[in-house]
């Protein structure tokens, strides 16, 4: 038993064999607690064992489990679809379900094209995104992100995407420049790029609303995302957000583009979609683009096996409706402060913490050696993955990523705990996270 799991990692024991999950915390086969820090990778915001979304589970499976989209329809999905355009930016009316992230940005990337080709601009084949951003692992959506170690053993068989500089205040605001003035900056790379590309053929930006995994809890100045709005609409370009990791809720809105005040043509949510309970992603997208498929060849030529699943759809029904019907956006907001708070009080000064950042529960710390020039820690030293493994030991899950500067400098914590964080919990988190960067630093 336990030899022919394809895992993450291929040297020593392997992680520890995961037993049950009580709220925030999950505990391993010989009752260990880990206080969930990050959600897994941001995906737990309900935390674990939540009786009234595992019932609604059991009662789709009690029904119909799973029928194919290409023979049925099911209420779950309608269900869902109809929450979430209810909640969602003016713009968005189609919703388009998957099983992750990843399916949903290729489901995006591939509709930006069969729009244009609907329209009659079949010449609009180019993609835009930034670096330092990450939109999924398949093949068209490694292609989109900007982060050059994912990429760089595939890049032979990735299609061409342009990639203009982040929005990235810590690193990329000049001093002295005022939030405005940066915000202006950083988007009219993307009217550059337009043109030098030639803005016929364009046919999308792709952007995290806050930018999560490869960063860390990176948001934009305001007015960054309107200017972003106003380009795409002067040269016909759809505007693709990917809130996989910091949307439904993660922020402290529903949508996190809501906070920046604007509507993107094409959304993709996933992982605080499903809360863990069952795989579930989605893409949705405009009545505009929907019609002109619709009154054009009449179908969208992609498709998946488990598109629109009845159970993973009654989950992210019942997720969707906990989210907004126990007031846990408003509890995000909320606790969300209280670890901005908490993170502050314990590493605002800490010699090696350059930057405190993020929306909501979903928080970020950058680590540096010198504060001053913000010098990152060398490459070699590996200190995210010694910052995870003394945390894990300690009994916290967080999530850090090396790379944040460029795909190879720089370190970073990312923090994105269940909506239901408590505050000695997070008092508990913080307690963690900060003897495991000390412990790591040496």
């Known amino acids: ?5 394809f895992g993450r990692a291929m040297r020593g024991d392997g992680p520890p064999m995961v037993a049950a999950g009580e709220g925030c915390y999950l505990i391993d086969r010989d009752g260990k607690r880990y206080l969930d820090g990050s959600g897994g990778a941001a995906v737990s915001c309900l935390g674990h064992g939540d009786a009234e979304i595992i019932a609604a589970i059991k009662a789709q499976l009690d029904q119909v489990a799973f029928a194919h989209t290409g023979f049925f329809n099911s209420e779950p999905a309608e269900k869902l679809a109809d ?28 509709l930006a094209r069969q729009y244009h080709l609907e329209r009659g601009a079949p ?40 990639h203009i500089a982040p929005c990235y205040p810590y690193r990329e605001q000049g001093e002295g420049e005022g939030d405005a003035e940066y915000a202006l900056r950083a988007a009219d790379a993307l009217e550059a790029e337009i043109n030098r590309l030639g803005p016929e053929t364009v046919m999308a930006f792709v952007a995290e609303t806050v930018v999560g995994a490869t960063s860390g809890a990176v948001a934009p100045p305001p007015g960054y995302f309107k200017r972003i709005r106003e380009i795409c609409d002067r040269y016909g370009v759809l ?3 990917d809130e996989v990791m910091c949307g439904m ?3 402290g809105n529903l949508f996190a583009c809501e906070q920046d005040g604007v509507s993107p043509d094409i959304l993709c949510v996933a992982k605080g979609l499903g809360a863990g309970y069952q795989p579930i992603g989605a893409m949705l997208c405009s009545a505009e683009i929907y019609d002109a498929l619709r009154d054009g060849t009449g179908a ?27 007031g846990l956006l408003e509890r995000v907001q909320t606790q969300g402060e209280r670890l901005r708070s908490a993170l502050v009080e314990r590493f605002g000064q800490h010699s090696h913490i350059g930057d405190i950042r993020g929306r909501g529960l979903f928080r970020g710390l950058e680590l540096v050696e010198d504060r001053a020039d913000k010098r990152p820690f060398a490459a070699s030293k590996k200190l995210a993955a010694k910052i995870k493994a003394a945390a894990f030991e ?26 239901i964080i408590e505050d000695a919990q997070i008092d508990e988190l913080v307690e963690k996270l900060g003897a495991a960067i000390d412990k790591s630093i040496g």
């Open 1 to 5: 038993m336990g030899q022919h799991v």
């Open 83 to 110: 929450l979430l355009v209810a909640n969602a930016p003016d713009t968005l009316d189609r919703v388009y379900f998957v099983s992750g992230g990843s399916e949903a940005t290729e489901a995006a990337l591939k």
């Open 123 to 162: 010449e609009r084949t180019r993609l835009i995104a930034r670096r330092q951003s990450y939109h999924g692992n398949t093949l068209g959506a490694l292609a989109t992100g900007g982060n050059q170690w994912r990429r760089a053993q595939f890049e032979p068989m990735l299609m061409e995407v342009s």
């Open 239 to 241: 505007l693709i957000l």
């Open 249 to 251: 809720g993660r922020t």
């Open 300 to 326: 969208f030529q992609h498709g998946h096996t488990y598109m629109g699943h009845p159970t993973a759809c009654a989950a992210g029904f019942a997720v969707v409706s906990a989210i907004l019907n126990r």
């Open 394 to 419: 300690a009994g916290l899950i967080c999530y850090p990523m090396s790379g944040t500067i460029d795909g190879k400098s720089g370190d970073h914590v990312l923090l994105a705990p269940p909506f």
